[in-house]
């Protein structure tokens, strides 16, 4: 099962894109909990962001389920300037504020931001599953450093990055079935 767990004020079209389009792409029962409160305490006045880690540690993780916390906010570690997203042992988080088109003084395009969102989700999600960074610039889990990163890459696996999710997946599943 995957959790999408929205802190603070996160657009509802936004979570129901993600919950039918991250269904799809794993192949799980995605399912959107209540919101979360922003965390105050992790913003960062001289930066004008929000400590990533931060999120990451308000989420639950446990073998079974994954879950990714969804922010409006521009997120940063401090090694640098920002991140799109962050992973550790069961847990994402991503921040959207910086894939919107009006971050950068444009105009709005939603189909564009959406597709953004998709992209850092999955990446995101597949670092919870266990998948590293690929040297392909086509395949999702492709690192970003810039939002020309992210629209140049897809928002599915290449052949690689699938087989070895489907290996993960299905070595997980093994492991259920025998407790």
């Not at 004020?9 to 922003?38: A, H, I, Q, S």
């Not at 400590?51 to 308000?58: G, S, T």
């Not at 597709?115 to 670092?127: D, I, M, P, Y």
Request: one cysteine or more.
């Amino acid at each position: 099962m995957i959790y999408l767990v929205p802190f603070g004020k996160v657009e509802n079209k936004v979570l129901l894109f993600l919950k039918e389009k991250l269904r799809g792409v794993f192949e799980e029962d995605v399912e959107v909990l209540p919101k979360r409160e922003l965390l105050f305490d992790s913003f960062n006045f001289f930066r004008n962001q929000y400590r990533a880690e931060a999120f990451l540690k308000e989420l639950p993780s446990d073998d079974k389920n994954k879950y990714l916390g969804i922010v409006d906010r521009d997120l940063y570690v401090p090694e640098l300037n920002f991140v799109f997203g962050l992973a550790e042992k069961g847990r994402a988080v991503i921040g959207i504020r910086r894939l919107r088109q009006e971050f950068y003084g444009f105009a709005p395009d939603e189909d564009l931001f959406l597709e953004r969102v998709l992209k850092e989700a999955v990446h995101e999600l597949g670092h919870v599953y266990g998948l590293k960074h690929c040297p392909n610039i086509g395949c999702v889990m492709h690192f970003s450093n810039s939002l020309i990163d992210t629209d140049r890459k897809g928002s599915s696996f290449c052949p690689e990055c699938e087989k070895i999710l489907k290996e993960i997946k299905d070595a997980k599943s093994s492991c259920d079935n025998r407790e």
